[in-house]
């Protein structure tokens, strides 16, 4: 990576970071509805994982999708305005958080039934196999999509046909509230991939770069045509979604993983090895500010669909 | 016109597809090796090779799932559900993801999947594998439901199903592999969404689709012994569901018996009665009536089974109530 890229990729992570803030506050005062789930913390994960594909390969992941998208390339105002509902949005209004997507950045979604998306992956996989393409899918998922049958079902499919597919287990250790100890049977999520004769790694998920390193290594064995699972560790420093009451961690925990901050991390990363200085970086983070001011500007002077749109898109052929 | 059965209708239908566009490919239990469980797929594997026709493990929500993946990717998977019974288990990929990957997120998506599976009861499998619950399907807007009665629907609906790029849920009947039908030698096609009187006659309507399209025939002889002229009328699609037909039909006979295979509670009956009284209520000369299986989990004692099931002198006693 020269400096250019280095400086990117911190500000596509202050991004998610300032983005996911201004998400948190907008959806309190009634601009955003329904679920959000934020990504504040886990950062790295995405960041690396996403900055390691080749443009041809597919990345699909769950709802807690705001980071996933903008590490794909998503314009910050396209992401605001499918919060906000409005027709500029990515899914013209009809997603909402946790169903962003953009086939053009080969960005596959945003899918809110845990679990539900491996399969899609799978299929994803097997239809650029079919055609002799060279193209990886990339599939993130959380610790909880892991005790669901879809998980074992699409991990053993993706081995059995030697599906071009790396799963990336976003073990931010808990399920909603529920810890992981209390809901798998095993403690490290790689240690599933055995049962399925797969390789598997673990990374630290809050090192920007350890997750990028392990996410290329994975790469290329999956070109080999041959599945692989990593699991990332990491920690969301807010809720499960908001308004959770947060009474399944003590304030310790949370406050001691925020110390590992992956953005402060990064950044402590880029000055020791004289990649970027305090300046450079705090002018991308400026350089952020503005950006998100604008895009929620546009946001919030975008439209909503019109009516018609209700009956849009339900079907190719209308009936 | 060629004389065949509905198994060489399907089969000859998956055949032409396949060999015409090679995006096109089947995925499901024991589709390959064995010939699918019903021998529709006989001679494929052979033909096509084990890229084409996918024999996949036995689980249900990654057949769909991953055929709703390859279609969102550009190919046309015609994904083979063992039977309706263990669609069930992939009801999550149908419903959540099959019929709405396109609307929510904008139309960016398309998933021409085709769900090809097997309904209905009759051959004493007991409670957990005799189920006709096509009905369920059809609730969900996003999805086709087709269920075709006869061969030459049979092959050119599957057709149709396959060329479209939105998904299709291609239900078939456990008994009517061997019905034999006409069908027309050069190549057409059965559009989605469009009923077709079967049988004309003035004196009653007969609405019905599938196994209970073969059963309204029989019925429709036998009252024509009686000098009653039923119509007959081919649903064929579930969803979306063309009342024109019906409608049309109701409003020259003045009396409808509706014939389904599935339970009468919330049923295609139901919804067929009830959009008639919507549309044509003053021409409703006799309330509408329904005939439908018993409402209890089909049994496997054979005398049982057959008494839930509806049969033809049902449909003949229905009819005389209206007439």
Known sequence: MDKKAHLQLYHEMVMIRRLEEKSAELYQQGKIGGFLHLYIGQEAVGSGIVSARKPQDRVITAYRDHGIAISCGMEPKIVMAELLGKVTGCSKGKGGSMHLADVNLNFWGGHAIVGAHLPLAAGMALADKQRGSEAATICLFGDGATNIGYFHEALNLSKVWQLPVLWVCENNQYGMGTAVDRASAVGEIRQKAEGYNMPNARADGMDVMQVREAAQEALDHVRQGDPYLLEVLTYRFRGHSMGDPERYRESEEVLKWSEDDPIGIYRRYLIKKKIATDKALDAEEEKVNDELQQAVQFAESSADPPPEALYENIYVEEV | ?323
């Open chain 2, 1 to 323: 016109m060629a004389e065949m059965t509905m198994r060489e209708a399907i089969s000859q239908a998956l055949w032409e597809e396949m060999e015409r566009d090679e995006s096109v490919f089947i995925m499901g239990e024991e589709v390959g090796v064995w010939g699918g469980t019903y021998a529709v797929t006989r001679g494929f594997y052979d033909h096509f090779g084990a890229d084409r026709v996918r024999d996949t493990p036995i689980a249900e929500g990654v057949i769909v799932g991953a055929a709703n993946g390859a279609a969102m990717a550009g190919l046309r998977p015609v994904a083979e559900i063992m039977t309706i019974n263990f669609a069930l288990l992939a009801m999550d990929q149908i419903v959540n993801h099959s019929a709405k990957l396109r609307s929510m997120f904008g139309g960016q998506f398309i998933v021409p999947i085709v769900i090809r599976t097997v309904s209905g009861g009759g051959r004493q499998l007991g409670a957990t594998h005799s189920q006709t619950p096509d009905v369920v399907f059809a609730h969900f807007p996003g999805l086709k439901v087709v269920a075709p009665g006869t061969p030459r629907d049979a092959k050119g609906l599957l057709k149709s199903a396959i060329r479209s790029d939105d998904p299709v849920m291609y239900i078939e009947h456990a008994t009517l592999y061997q019905a034999r039908g006409e069908v027309p030698e050069e190549e057409y096609f059965e559009p989605i969404g469009v009923s077709k009187v079967q049988r004309e006659g003035d004196d009653v309507t007969l609405v019905s689709y599938s196994k209970g399209l073969q059963l309204s025939l029989q019925a429709a002889d036998i009252l024509a012994k009686d000098n009653v002229n039923a119509e007959v009328v081919d649903l064929r699609s579930l969803r979306p569901l063309d009342m024109g037909p019906v409608v049309e039909s109701f409003k020259r006979t003045n009396r409808c018996v509706i014939v389904e295979e599935g339970w009468r509670s919330f049923g295609i009956g139901a919804e067929v009665a009830s959009r008639l009284y919507e549309e044509a209520f003053d021409y409703a000369d006799a309330p509408i009536k329904r005939v439908a299986q018993k409402e209890v989990p089909l049994p496997y004692n054979r005398e049982l089974e057959q008494m839930a099931l509806p049969q033809v002198p049902d449909i003949v006693d229905a009819v005389k109530e209206v007439l």
